[in-house]
């Protein structure tokens, strides 16, 4: 069975970095896409970044330049780094992966099959 589960969520104020971590277990992430989504309250769950099968990273341009996505050697960590974190990047984040081959990694939440509970972040003026 695949669990997802995130962690590294925090309050703080803008401008400030957090990194967040999705620990993958039951899921074999060889050949596959990985990546990052966030929704806030009353909006659509958004991509924010992706990785994939040869750790190509893709980024909204939202957060391009700010944000970077990695994974450990053994894929079975998908980290997310975030600096100069603005209150616009408030939200709930969730780690998503997918089931089939993935090269070329999209920010289509269609694409990925499986995600997690989610961490919060929250960014203050």
């Known amino acids: 069975q695949v669990q997802l589960v995130e962690s590294g969520g925090d309050s703080v104020q803008a401008g400030g970095s957090l990194t967040l971590s999705c620990a993958a277990s039951?899921?074999?992430?060889?050949?596959?896409?990985m990546a990052w989504f966030r929704q806030a309250p009353g909006k659509e769950r958004e991509g924010v970044a992706a990785i994939d099968m040869f750790a190509r990273p893709t980024y909204a341009a939202s957060v391009k330049g700010r944000f970077t996505i990695s994974t450990d050697n053994a894929k079975k960590t998908l980290y997310l780094l975030m600096n100069s974190l603005k209150p616009e990047d408030t939200a709930m984040y969730y780690c998503?992966?997918?089931?089939?081959?993935?090269?070329?990694?999209?920010?289509?939440?269609?694409?990925?099959?499986?995600w997690g509970q989610g961490t919060q972040v929250t960014v203050s003026s």
């Open positions: 039951g899921y074999d992430a060889n050949n596959k896409c």
């Open positions: 998503e992966a997918t089931r089939t081959v993935c090269a070329g990694a999209r920010l289509s939440h269609y694409l990925y099959t499986y």
